[in-house]
């Protein structure tokens, strides 16, 4: 069906029509320009004409035709007989009847002339939202730049999207600029490209929370919790009662999101024979989880079972932090504990062990309770804390009745208890230590850290999830994330570093507290300098008999750390950086959303190589200032739509060949990446994603198979948030509403800036799951569904929503409440209230104009206001609007909206449901419609409109649409195609994805209009190099 | 690729063009050449600018030779602060003040993270604190110069945590662009020379310009006559901010030349060598200079200098000290720390006395500054910091009287804070705030 619709669309008629043309000229001056002169001029023209309509101005055929709406209109209101207005003389039908049918021919005539004209789409810079959504996928981060730029002006279609109304400005290119640095100063450089973080990349700190805070997130993203193995195993066990007959361990663990390496494990060791001590209370534990049968369905055993497996979990891990074992730092006479060749060799030492039991927390049945030690304070500076800890697991152990063995079954228990460890680690990683680690009740949230005293440093303790978690994949991003820590935030240097300046000094008999002066003649990264210090400390390690044998080892081996890693990430920086020019090409790519043609790239790496050498930047911010060219370039900042034959000049084709006056037009097809650009742009309000340039690169875009899969594909996309809130908020003018301060908040408290915001998404949302889930267009009027998060349902009256602010929930029955659809929001309501009172005509007039796209003239100069505040007033507004419509020339407009306002009087000016309105009187929502039509509130608006003006709906939406799909205002020629859409947009159940199909098919959007020919010394618009897609985030 | 041997390397991060380019932006704004010209036609003391520097030890004074007594020429002035002696007329030895929030909550980065600004910050791994005044004073005066203000540090920044679990981020800055943003510390004098002289951000800004230009103009060649309108529009927009960064730069030349007195010679200085000069009193003389010159050519009229910073590992082998600057602090009160203090005080008073030495119409340029010296404690063996030392010199235009010795000790203590000064430091730089930290009033006989 709609591939037919394509095929309509795509016949363009445009047959010469001089004939025509001479008589329509010959109507305008003979018949239209006397009838004018004779009975409008007296009030459409002169300094301040009617309704800012001034007939004389149009003095040519063509001004008719430019400004055909205004025409279209006069039109109307002559059939309906409202003009010129009542106490003035009507003119003789016949006469009337000339001047409509003109109308009617300049249309008929200009839709069979220039069918299917692309029109004029001009340049255009992106808009402040599209900016804004373009960093976001471009970076991968939404870093909000465009929030400083100056508001954007809308073009005639009421959209802010266009080159017609978009300009640029010195202030408004230092504004780019500003954000361009800004963007550059997120950037990270990584060993294979770079990438872009949420948070300013500027000192140590920020590369720390960078590296730091995606391990962290891998670590937290790890299924390492027990109960869900002991649940995964209870499922597997039980599988064909469960309906699984065939799963497998492997299956099981999938399903569940668990370890596939690491479930095995667990169910072997809670299936073996002969089992003693933990492993066999657990193995009773488990036997005991209640078993499914046809009776007991899974599902009502669910909970029984995940109480079950969490009592097991709790029991594996006291055992296991009670069964932990302890060491204590190599003993150096004069040395700290702290010293961090030490300390080092104290964690790797805890590392390695964390799947064995300690021997010494068992106890027999038969031996007399142990005397415990009180627990001593916390040691001061450079005391070993290891004394306290050892107090306080003693203390924990003689407490927990599990590690007791009866008397002559020691190795028997041991074997068990050293069995149970080696299936659950005591941790499966470190993420935080403090000065007295294993103690963690002190130092929270210093995620990754050694637990020095007074200096950085980061230790990596993750061996049981490396070794019973992890694959392999898994295992190798993990490895990937801790060199890049060392790449990105080069903490080894920084920890040796510090630890020289501050720490070293105690190897020289100084003070605990004392560093090492600067050396002289080196840098004190140098490996000689490493290996001076390196002497010192093992000479410290050997000076004394006493020390422990393998501390001058210890020393040897950190030390060594400390220089492999230096020279490991000097090498692979310098590695790196080709990979970093061929990053900067690819984003330049991305975001110029074509392919660098060879000479585009080599300029670009040719300015690199000058700030790099020129301006003497280091290497980082050579490329942080080629970011900020390419943010700057126009290649960036505007949209151009370039032809698929490349230029007018090469298309051969130009008006004054065709000879054809009457043509008005050559339509070329968009070259597949403009088109992908438009396409994405129109969807998303941002650039393409890596799948669209993939077609684009392939040349099969426009073919509408192809195209018509790519629209639904992008409609189902979140991004297509970017469709909902800069289309909906344009068309239904409430764009600007995030920043609306004109309600009174004294007078209407519950007024803040959450339900502000919340007022601000509904709209937003409903549209948003219209789109997405391809419902009716005619849904946003009728449905009886919305959505509210909780500041909006209280608002509402509605239920309580539990959770914050980004808790949205669809509200099915929400006409209950009175809400429903877009008509009776909260935000249309308030934006189109003047403060302290509700305005029926502004609302009614937001109804008819903005929703249904009928058009009233705008008032006339000098209308009385009504009183701005309700309490105020001695009348109801309503009564007061009835007498101003007895006037007639005011009734001509007021009649025609006014009745549209009146049934939203239930709501006060914050769009809140009222009985009464702020003086106290109850209020009346009846209305009288055009036609004579008695209605009584919303449902009676929606049934009027549903009985009389839909289709003037879906025209709207049709027209709204298609005007901010392909950027410009409509013109005549585009007339036929709206009929089609409304046409296709019926036939389809007016979904909105239909129309969205219809309009993408259209050949308004699938071509441009051919340039006018110029002189052109170059053309090249064909890429010389191939667009290729390499890693990069942010699709 | 090629590289000159004295482009930083990667590692030597630093250099951070951000530290160069801040406010850059702005510093296209046009109210800045209207300023200019003002200047240029009737240059009267109340045009020149004004000026703001801070000078920071870590780990507090010797507070037993750190004291001031009477007023102007009769100042009598301790051990520790004798080489202020030749300037006793134009500072301010004040006594007493305090930053509560960052009392009572641990030792070191938990006494200095909000120094400058008065607010709370947090522990653990989110690093929250406040922007601070001489930040403050950047964003509203730097946009008339090249560079909004200038942040070094004699001494590298330190990660990780204290066992306060408040990160030593808090111990290595002073200065803070956004709450959870230190401002980079310049620590190679070569490099904050260049970023100051080499007009570097200016520079960079051309070249951007100059190139997205060029881009414009292959453009141009590639699309319709009606299209080209719209680059045009760009084209227009890019060499209008061209014109005015140019524009802009000579003019700050000019001013900076009328700004000084035409018989006074400007300040000249060489660049300076690259890496770290090995000796501190070298290193902190070349960070004075930079700061000096920036001051009196109006580059920059803000500046802060990290001598050493909290926790510092210095160490003063030309003053015979053994051990390093923390672990003496330990013993503050003993010989050895006085001669770190005298030295550090010693640094400031060359600072002062070489912009006293500086003309500008009829005063110094220290005569329209504000330099501050102060230390996170008062007493390091015992982490005290109940009162801070504190040095102010400079009239700030002849708004700011001096040569007075404060005493706020006895003072209630909401009288007695360090954000109430703040509050009138701003408002002579005309930013009037309400509250800054933990201050809504204005500090009393300043």
């Known amino acids: ?225 027990y109960a869900r193995y002991f649940e995964a195993a209870w499922r597997y066990r039980h599988r064909a009662a469960l309906g699984n007959p065939n799963a497998t361990l492997a299956t099981t663990a999938a399903a569940m999101k668990i370890s596939a390496k690491y479930l095995p494990m667990v169910w072997g060791i809670l299936n073996e024979k002969g089992a003693v001590g933990p492993v066999a209370t657990l193995q009773k534990m488990w036997l005991s989880m209640p078993a499914p049968s046809a009776k007991t369905l899974a599902a009502r055993l669910a909970p029984q079972v995940q109480a079950k497996a969490v009592q097991m979990r709790d029991f594996t891990v006291r055992i296991r932090k009670h069964t932990a074992m ?489 006409d209950k409440y009175g809400r429903g659809g877009i008509l009776p929001m909260a935000v249309f309501m308030t934006q189109n209230s003047p403060g302290l009172r509700t305005s029926p005509v502004k609302r009614g007039n937001w109804v008819v104009q903005k929703v249904l796209g009928i058009r009233v003239p705008p008032p006339p100069p000098a209308v009385p206001e009504l009183p701005n505040d309700e309490t105020k007033t001695d009348r109801p507004i309503r009564e007061m609007l009835a007498q101003h419509r007895s006037v007639p020339m005011c009734a001509a407009c007021h009649s025609k909206f006014d009745s549209f306002g009146l049934v939203f009087e239930g709501f006060g000016p914050v769009g809140d449901a009222r009985t009464k309105d702020g003086a106290g009187r109850p209020v009346d929502v009846s209305a009288t419609f055009p036609g004579e039509v008695e209605a009584v509130g919303v449902p009676g608006l929606q049934q009027f409109i549903r009985d009389h003006r839909q289709d003037r709906f879906v025209d709207n939406l049709s027209r709204k649409l298609l005007a901010y799909g392909l950027g410009r205002s409509l013109q005549l020629s585009d007339e036929s195609l709206v009929d089609r859409l409304n046409l296709h947009m019926a036939n389809n159940g007016y979904r909105f994805g239909a129309l969205v199909e219809a309009i993408v098919l259209s050949p308004q959007f699938l071509n441009r209009r051919a340039p006018e020919p110029a002189p052109l010394q170059k053309a090249d618009l064909q890429p010389a190099v191939k667009f290729v897609k390499t890693a990069q985030k942010g699709n | 690729m090629t590289q000159p041997t004295d482009t930083p390397s990667f590692k030597s991060r630093a250099f951070s063009r951000r530290a160069v380019l801040r406010g850059t932006g702005c510093a296209m704004a046009l109210p800045w050449l209207e300023s200019v010209s003002a200047m240029a036609q009737a240059p009267t003391p109340a045009d020149f600018p004004k000026r703001f520097g801070v000078v920071f030890m870590g780990c507090g004074v010797n507070e037993n030779h750190w004291s001031a007594e009477g007023q102007g020429a009769a100042m009598k002035l301790s051990k520790s602060l004798e080489s202020l002696e030749p300037l006793k007329q134009k500072i301010n030895v004040i006594d007493g003040l305090q930053v509560k929030s960052l009392m009572g909550q641990g030792i070191h980065p938990a006494q200095t993270g909000s120094l400058l600004s008065g607010v709370q910050i947090s522990k653990g791994a989110l690093i929250h604190s406040g922007v601070s005044v001489d930040q403050m004073i950047a964003g509203h005066v730097g946009q008339d110069t090249a560079q909004s203000s200038i942040v070094l540090s004699c001494e590298q920044p330190m990660t990780g945590y204290h066992e306060t679990n408040f990160s030593l981020a808090y111990s290595s800055h002073l200065s803070w662009q956004t709450a959870d943003s230190p401002v980079p510390v310049e620590v190679y004098p070569s490099l904050a020379w260049d970023s100051l002289f080499d007009n570097r951000g200016t520079l960079l800004n051309i070249s951007v310009l100059d190139r997205v230009n060029d881009r414009a103009k292959d453009l141009s060649r590639k699309i319709s006559a009606t299209d080209r309108g719209k680059l045009d529009e760009f084209m227009t927009s890019v060499r209008e901010i061209e014109r005015r960064v140019e524009v802009m730069r000579k003019g700050a030349n000019e001013a900076s030349e009328k700004a000084g007195l035409k018989n006074a010679s400007l300040a000249t200085m060489d660049r300076p060598t690259n890496g770290l000069p090995e000796d501190l009193r070298e290193h902190s003389k070349l960070m004075c200079d930079i700061i000096t010159i920036a001051f009196q050519t109006n580059k920059s009229r ?144 300043i």
Not at chain 1, 165 to 189: C, E, F, G, N, W
Request: glycine share 6%; proline share 6%; hydrophobic share 35%.
């Open chain 1, 1 to 225: 069906m709609r591939l037919s619709v394509f095929a309509m669309l795509a016949c363009v008629a445009a047959t010469p029509a001089l004939a025509a043309e001479a008589d329509l000229q010959k109507q305008f001056h003979e018949t239209v320009q006397p009838f004018a002169a004779k009975y409008c001029a007296g009030c459409h023209s002169g300094k301040t004409p009617a309704a800012q309509f001034d007939i004389k101005s149009y003095d040519s055929l063509d001004k008719v035709k430019a400004e055909f709406p205004r025409w279209a209109l006069v039109s109307e209101r002559l059939h309906a007989k409202e003009m010129p207005p009542k106490p003035m003389k009507a003119p003789p039908q016949e006469e009337m009847d000339k001047i409509m049918s003109f109308v009617e021919a300049v249309r008929a005539e200009e839709i069979k002339r220039a069918a299917g004209d692309p029109g004029i789409v001009l340049a255009r810079r992106l808009s402040n939202a599209e900016y804004g959504y373009t960093i976001r996928d471009l970076t991968g981060q939404d870093l909000k730049v465009a929030r400083q730029f100056p508001v954007d002006p809308a073009n005639p279609a009421g959209f802010d999207n266009t080159g017609e109304s978009l300009t640029m400005s010195p202030p408004l290119l230092t504004k780019y600029l500003q954000a361009a640095r800004t963007i550059a100063d997120h950037l990270v450089l990584k060993p294979d490209g770079f990438d872009f973080a949420s948070h300013l990349v500027q000192v140590d700190s920020d590369r720390d929370r960078y590296t730091v805070g995606r391990i962290m997130d891998f670590y937290r993203a790890q299924p390492t919790d």
């Open chain 1, 326 to 814: 302890q060491f204590e730092s190599l003993k150096i006479e004069g040395l700290p504990g702290q010293t961090q060749p030490l300390q080092n060799w104290r964690l790797k030492t805890y590392a390695a062990n964390h799947r064995k039991s300690d021997p010494a927390a068992l106890r027999a049945d038969n031996a007399p309770p142990a005397a415990l030690p009180e627990i001593p304070k916390y040691p001061g500076l450079h005391q070993d804390a290891t004394p306290r800890w050892n107090t306080i697991m003693a203390h924990a152990r003689a407490t927990n009745s599990d590690l007791v063995y009866p008397a002559g079954q020691r190795e028997q228990y041991q074997k068990a208890f050293d069995r149970f460890a080696s299936v659950f680690p005591d941790t499966f990683m470190v993420t935080e230590r403090g000065r007295y680690w294993p103690d963690e009740s002190e130092d929270k949230g210093r995620f990754l850290s050694a637990g020095y005293h007074n200096s950085g440093g980061y230790y990596r303790d993750d061996t049981a999830l490396m070794q019973l978690i992890l694959d392999e994949k898994g295992q190798r991003e993990l490895n990937r994330l801790w060199d890049e820590f060392d790449y990105i935030a080069d903490h080894t240097q920084r920890t040796y570093t510090q630890w020289f300046f501050n720490n070293s000094g105690v190897v020289d008999g100084k003070g605990a507290e004392s560093g090492s002066p600067r050396p002289t003649g080196h840098e004190i990264t140098e490996t000689v300098v490493i290996n001076q210090m390196r002497d010192k400390y093992v000479a410290k390690a050997l000076a004394d008999k006493k020390n422990d044998p393998g501390a001058a080892d210890a020393m040897r081996q950190e030390f060594k750390r400390i220089d492999d890693t230096l020279r490991h990430v000097e090498r692979e920086r310098k590695a790196s950086e080709p990979r970093h020019l061929a990053a900067l090409v690819n984003f330049a790519e991305r975001a110029y959303r074509r392919p660098l043609t060879a000479s585009e790239k080599n300029s670009l790496l040719a300015y690199y190589k000058t700030v790099r050498t020129k301006n003497r930047l280091s290497h980082n911010d050579a490329i942080r200032d080629s970011v900020v060219s390419v943010l700057m370039s126009p290649d960036f900042l505007y949209r151009f739509d370039l032809s698929a034959t490349a230029s007018a000049a090469q298309s051969g084709l130009t008006k004054a060949a065709t000879n054809a006056p009457a043509q008005p037009f050559i339509a070329e097809k968009l070259s597949s990446y403009s088109l992908a650009s438009r396409l994405s742009y129109f969807l998303w309000s941002s650039m393409p994603d890596a799948e669209l340039l993939r077609h684009a690169a392939t040349g099969d875009l426009s073919n509408p198979k192809v195209l018509t899969a790519q629209v639904r594909r992008m409609l189902k996309d979140p991004k297509v948030k970017g469709l909902a809130t800069e289309f909906t908020g344009n068309w239904l003018v409430f764009r600007q509403f995030e920043t609306n301060n004109s309600v009174d908040r004294e007078r209407f408290p519950t007024f803040n800036d959450d339900l502000r915001e919340a007022m601000f998404q509904e709209p937003i949302r409903l549209v948003q799951d219209t789109i997405v889930n391809d419902r009716s267009a005619l849904d946003l009027l009728y449905g009886k569904h919305t959505f509210v998060n909780p500041p909006l349902a209280k608002h509402y009256g509605m239920p309580d929503v539990p959770g914050d602010v980004n808790n949205w929930v669809r509200i099915n029955n929400a």
């Open chain 2, 302 to 445: 803000v500046a802060s200098l990290l001598i050493s910073r909290d926790l510092s590992a210095m160490y003063y082998p030309f003053i015979n000290v053994k051990d390093g600057h923390h672990s003496a602090s330990h013993y503050n009160n003993n010989d050895e720390y006085e001669r770190i203090t005298n030295f550090h005080v010693s640094q400031y008073a060359y600072l002062i006395s070489k912009l006293d030495g500086m003309k500008e119409g009829e005063g110094t340029v220290l005569d329209n500054s504000c330099i501050m010296f102060l230390s996170n404690m008062w007493v390091g063996r015992t982490h005290d910091n109940s009162r801070l030392p504190l040095v102010l010199a400079g009239g700030l235009g002849g708004t700011l009287e001096t040569g007075r010795t404060l005493n706020y000790l006895s003072e209630t203590e909401d009288k007695r804070k360090m954000c109430s000064l703040y509050l009138s430091m701003m408002d002579r730089f005309g930013i009037k705030q309400d509250q800054f930290g933990d201050s809504n009033t204005r500090l009393e006989r």
